[in-house]
Every structure is written in C-alpha cells, then in structure tokens.
Nanobody
Framework: QVQLVESGGGLVQAGGSLRLSCAAS????????MGWFRQAPGKEREFVAA????????GYADSVKGRFTMSRDNAKNTVYLQMNSLKSEDTAVYYC??????????????WGQGTQVTVSS
C-alpha cells in the first residue's frame, strides 16, 4: 500500500531553519505530483507547496513564498521542504501528500501522518 512518511520536524527558534523530508513507498513516485500542507491548532489544513513530477516551478502559498523551497528526488522517492526564516505562525503539523496525477491538480489522494514543527519566538 501507499505510504508517505515525514521526518525532520522539531523545535526551532524564530529565524531558524528546518528541512522536512517525505519518503514515499508503494507507488511509482515519478507518476505523482507531490505537495506539502500544514495544520495549526484550531485551524483548517492549508496548502503550503506543491510540485509536479518534474519538480519544475513548484507553487507556494503566499505566506511561505521566498522562505520555503520544495524539491523532490525521484531516484530516492523523496520530497523535501526546506524552511528558512521560520516564524511563530509557521508552527503546525506538516503533512506530505501525493496527488493522483503527474501535475498538481485536484485534491491529494494520499497523506502522510504528519510531523510537528514548533517555532518559538
């Protein structure tokens, strides 16, 4: 079955950096667009970033544009989210997701279990 396993979350001070990873298994990774989402306490899950199978020109939420960078390594079945200049409002559980298409379209079909990111001010 499809599994998406996030790692790399933790506690960091405001202004710091973290790199999240998401290892995928049970699917032909290069056939899927991938995305990152997050959910803060008391809020709905929101889009963070997404990239097509070819990793060209990922899309970002306005709130993270210029600070976060998404990339993927199809040879390793892994997608990354480099987060720089972190702010307290970035505190959330971050989820990796796989779209059922090679390009970002519609809603993700698969989700990881999430990894906690906490930014202290």
């Amino acid at each position: 079955q499809v599994q998406l396993v996030e790692s790399g979350g933790g506690l960091v001070q405001a202004g710091g950096s973290l790199r999240l990873s998401c290892a995928a298994s049970g699917l032909t990774f290069s056939n899927y667009a991938m995305g990152w989402f997050r959910q803060a306490p008391g809020k709905e899950r929101e889009f963070v970033a997404a990239a097509s199978w070819s990793d060209t020109n990922p899309g970002y939420a306005d709130s993270v544009k210029g600070r976060f960078t998404m990339s993927r390594d199809n040879a390793k079945n892994t997608v990354y989210l480099q987060m720089n200049s972190l702010k307290s409002e970035d505190t959330a559980v971050y989820y990796c997701a796989a779209y059922p298409h090679m390009v970002v379209s519609g809603r993700p079909a698969y989700w990881g279990q999430g990894t906690q990111v906490t930014v202290s001010s």
